[in-house]
């Protein structure tokens, strides 16, 4: 369980596997996840005790409100090894040789701000990179679940296949060579609305803004 824990989130480009609304998809145990260029949706199957009760889905949606849609992702960190889709007879409908990647990133999602998606099988983390000048009051995240904040200022959303929890953000700046903690936390914005509250920082240096979703403790699957 703890090395399956450890082992890197791969990233296909769709290819023509998925709905093609998708930019990449990653699968896993209990889960499926698509990025889309300004959402992403993750799809959660919990796994019922008795064999005769269906399993529950439930999907988180995170869209990028005010985002630029029209970037396309780039992967990043090419994996060893290929998928292959051989689905039904008709082999022109085959995809093969799909390459993986531990990480996609999106330029420009706001004005100087990139976002970089990684992780492992047990969470998703997402980097907000910040360039020097731009402002980090531009990201607002919307969710199709309600969040509400907990006493240790983690995100937690109550779904149909158990609770999701993103934790709260770890803000740095790296300077001379070290990481430098900026105080940071989720600022509600609406029912389903979220930004992020970020105490002064140097603006003439990249801010790192790294939200982590944790799923893996409360789903799983075959």
């Known amino acids: ?3 399956f824990g450890k082992l890197p989130i791969s990233f296909e480009p769709n290819q023509g596997q998925v709905d093609p609304r998708a ?3 990653a699968r896993g145990s209990g ?8 959402e992403t949706a993750l799809s959660m199957f919990s796994k019922s005790k008795d064999s005769t009760t269906p399993s529950v889905t439930a999907t988180l949606r995170t869209r990028l409100a005010g985002a630029r849609h ?4 780039t992967g990043l960190d090419q994996l060893p090894g290929k998928a292959n889709y051989y689905i039904g007879n008709d082999s022109s409908r085959w995809r093969t040789g799909i390459p993986m990647f531990a990480k996609v ?18 969470r998703l983390e997402y980097d907000f990179v910040v360039a020097p000048g731009a402002s ?13 904040l907990d ?12 609770s999701v929890r993103q934790h709260r953000p770890t803000v740095y700046q790296e300077v001379d060579g070290q990481r430098r903690m900026v105080a940071a936390s989720y600022r509600i914005l609406g029912k389903n609305r979220v930004g992020f509250q970020i105490a002064k920082y140097d603006r003439t240096k990249p801010l790192v803004i790294d939200p982590i979703i944790i799923w893996a403790r409360y789903v799983g699957g075959t």
Do not use: C, W
């Open 1 to 3: 369980v703890e090395s």
């Open 23 to 25: 930019d990449f998809i």
């Open 31 to 38: 889960y499926s996840l698509y990025l889309i260029p300004d």
């Open 70 to 73: 029209s970037r396309h992702g």
């Open 105 to 122: 990133k999106y330029e420009s999602v706001y004005p100087g701000v990139d976002l970089v998606y990684y992780g492992n099988q047990r």
């Open 136 to 148: 980090p009051s531009a990201i607002r995240m919307e969710f199709n679940q309600r969040a509400r």
């Open 151 to 162: 006493a240790d200022g983690d995100l937690v959303f109550d779904t149909a296949a158990g």
